[in-house]
């Protein structure tokens, strides 16, 4: 990317504004491109708050850098994220023996292999009650 953007932190769920911040977009160019890309789908809770995990700030950054740096339209850029996708679809269903993917329940959450961390897990946990309560 031609600009350096900073570090993603580790915590289970970014505000729309702290994902703007990560990625160098404007809060409102996320929720044009949740429009445009049916990948990407934050979980809404109080009044329509949006919250993002790991992953959709993965992809929103790839999507930043297929629009930004490498040219592509809105139109070629959600083509070549389903073509990733496929390819990375096709690599996973490879490493598997054959008869493995009968058997196999589908998983449709991202493992992240985050370090278990009890102090940090329970800090969130409260950050997360308290934006419920």
């Not at 350096?4 to 703007?20: D, N, Q, W």
């Not at 790991?54 to 929103?60: A, K, P």
């Not at 996973?92 to 278990?116: G, S, T």
Request: with cysteine.
């Amino acid at each position: 990317m031609s600009q350096s953007l900073p570090a993603i932190p580790v915590k289970r769920y970014f505000t729309i504004g702290e994902v703007a911040q990560l990625c160098g977009v404007k809060p409102h160019v996320l929720r044009y491109w949740e429009q445009e890309f049916t990948q990407l789908r934050p979980m809404k809770r109080q009044g329509n708050r949006r919250y993002y995990q790991h992953h959709e700030v993965l992809m929103i950054r790839r999507i930043r850098d297929l629009l930004y740096d490498q040219g592509f339209t809105i139109v070629g850029a959600r083509n070549r994220l389903h073509e990733l996708a496929q390819a990375d679809k096709g690599a996973r269903d490879a490493a598997l023996p054959p008869d493995a993917l009968d058997d196999q329940p589908i998983d449709r959450a991202p493992a992240l292999a985050l370090p278990l961390d009890s102090n940090a897990l329970r800090t969130e946990l409260e950050e997360i009650r308290a934006l419920l309560f």
